[in-house]
């Protein structure tokens, strides 16, 4: 397994339209996060699954953003009529289920709206 | 609420020195602590993590930390910099049931030869 791998790893779009990502996690991973993270600051979490069943996404950040996981595998996450305020960079991460199990993450994808 | 501080938004060593970037934790509970390192365009790489076995954690790339629950710190040191230790810094809290990890806003660590 060569790890977290995210696609694409930059993405430039045109406001108004609507982008997705997608994530492979470490396939022994239960556990999918999605994180964003703007210029000078840490990630910020967006949500998260436990094999396909998405348990928190009180924290996407409007209802622009969907995310899924069909079969517990790979995830996507879409954008809807992205907003210039949405480029960032967006990052997946898998780990297992458990307290204190580190979280691995992927290159990123650089969102970048014009 | 579960959060970490990180002080120090930017911090200089000379290649050789002392390196220290501080972390303070705030968590009702005992926390699940986390250092990762940043590359440019990279994702995050898992230097350490406290696992309560013991308060000093030594990770890759020669860092370690130390947990001292009486200051709520969890600082990450290396005894000598160098070059390539050039990177993002962030401390990392998670809940107990580890679904959410709460990252700090990061310390740019730059190395000056």
């Known amino acids: 397994d060569t790890g977290v791998s995210q696609d694409p790893r930059h993405k430039i779009t045109k406001r108004g339209q609507n982008v997705t990502f997608r994530c492979d996690p470490i396939?022994?991973?239960?556990?999918l996060y999605w994180y964003r993270q703007t210029l000078g600051q840490g990630p910020e979490f967006l949500t998260y699954?436990?094999?396909?069943?998405?348990?928190?996404k009180s924290r996407l950040l409007s209802d622009r953003f969907s995310a899924e996981r069909p079969k517990g595998s790979f995830s996507t996450l879409e954008i809807q009529r992205t907003e210039q305020g949405d480029s960032a960079m967006y990052l997946c991460?898998?780990?297992?289920?458990?307290?204190?199990?580190?979280?691995?993450f992927g290159q990123g994808t650089r969102l970048t709206v014009v | 609420a579960q959060s970490v501080t990180q002080l120090g938004s930017h911090v200089s060593v000379s290649e050789g020195a002392l390196v220290l970037l501080r972390c303070n934790y705030s968590?009702?509970?005992?926390?699940?602590l986390f250092w990762y390192v940043q590359y440019p365009n990279q994702g995050l790489q898992l230097l350490l993590k406290?696992?309560?076995?013991?308060?000093l954690v030594k990770g890759i790339n020669g860092f370690e930390a130390e947990f001292k629950k009486s200051e709520t710190s969890f600082h990450l040191t290396k005894p000598s910099a160098h070059m390539s230790d050039a990177a993002e810094y962030f401390c990392?809290?998670?809940?107990?049931?580890?679904?959410?990890?709460?990252f700090g806003t990061g310390t740019s660590l730059t190395v000056i030869p």
């Open positions: 968590s009702s509970v005992p926390p699940y």
């Open positions: 396939s022994e991973h239960n556990r």
């Open positions: 406290y696992t309560s076995a013991a308060t």
């Open positions: 699954f436990q094999n396909e069943a998405q348990l928190e």
């Open positions: 990392a809290v998670s809940q107990s049931t580890g679904n959410q990890f709460y």
């Open positions: 991460a898998s780990s297992f289920s458990g307290a204190n199990t580190e979280a691995f």
